[in-house]
T-cell receptor, first 108, second 111 residues
Framework: QKEVEQNSGPLSVPEGAIASLNCTYS??????FFWYRQYSGKSPELIMF????GDKEDGRFTAQLNKASQYVSLLIRDSQPSDSATYLC????????FGAGTRLTVKP | DVKVTQSSRYLVKRTGEKVFLECVQD?????MFWYRQDPGLGLRLIYF???????EKGDIPEGYSVSREKKERFSLILESASTNQTSMYLC??????????FGDGTRLSIL
């Protein structure tokens, strides 16, 4: 069983819609969680991190964490074509574990 | 801003060559990591280091070694390159429990 699982997609949404990206993790000791965005041919860049249960908002992005369900999500409001990328979820306990990523396409 | 610099963006080498990939960070972070990323397989950890002269194997260390002689520099070595080591290689650094920051990556082709 993979330690961090994501739906590989591709996930396709129209411009202006809400994109919802989901992630589950198996290590209950994980304390912090991260979302990275990776454009094709580029390296991952951090866009959000969350440590506590609940929601954390930053501009058009909202990260949601539910430790009881071992579930993390990322919502992107008012999706733009420039949001088209692969989104990586990561969970940190003693080390960082990454999911394989979800490819998001935002269609104009 | 954290700056993680990888020595080459693109590299082409031949089978059997010894290959060095260099990574330098400017944030005095203790932790440094080498990953490879392949389509459908995600990020896989090769080696990491928590301190100078200290190294730990990750999930796929076979065929690789590392060197950390100075805190800011972490080198990945392919002892005898093979075609199945053609990949994108990513260096990352982290301070304490903070997020990891990645370099721009090196796309390595082994012919």
């Amino acid at each position: 069983q993979k330690e961090v699982e994501q739906n590989s997609g591709p996930l396709s949404v129209p411009e202006g819609a809400i994109a919802s990206l989901n992630c589950t993790y198996s290590d209950r000791g994980s304390q912090s969680f991260f979302w990275y965005r990776q454009y094709s041919g580029k390296s991952p860049e951090l866009i959000m991190f969350i440590y506590s249960n609940g929601d954390k908002e930053d501009g058009r992005f909202t990260a949601q964490l539910n430790k009881a369900s071992q579930y993390v999500s990322l919502l992107i409001r008012d999706s733009q074509p420039s949001d088209s990328a692969t989104y990586l979820c990561a969970a940190h306990n003693n080390d960082m574990r990454f999911g394989a990523g979800t490819r998001l396409t935002v269609k104009p | 801003d954290v700056k993680v610099t990888q020595s080459s963006r693109y590299l082409v080498k031949r089978t059997g060559e010894k290959v060095f990939l260099e990574c330098v960070q400017d944030m005095d972070h203790e932790n440094m990591f080498w990953y490879r990323q392949d389509p459908g397989l995600g990020l896989r950890l090769i080696y990491f280091s928590y301190d100078v002269k200290m190294k730990e194997k990750g999930d796929i260390p076979e065929g690789y070694s590392v060197s950390r002689e100075k805190k800011e520099r972490f080198s990945l070595i392919l002892e005898s390159a093979s075609t199945n080591q053609t990949s994108m290689y990513l260096c990352a650094t982290r301070g304490g429990n903070q997020p990891q920051h990645f370099g721009d990556g090196t796309r390595l082709s082994i012919l």
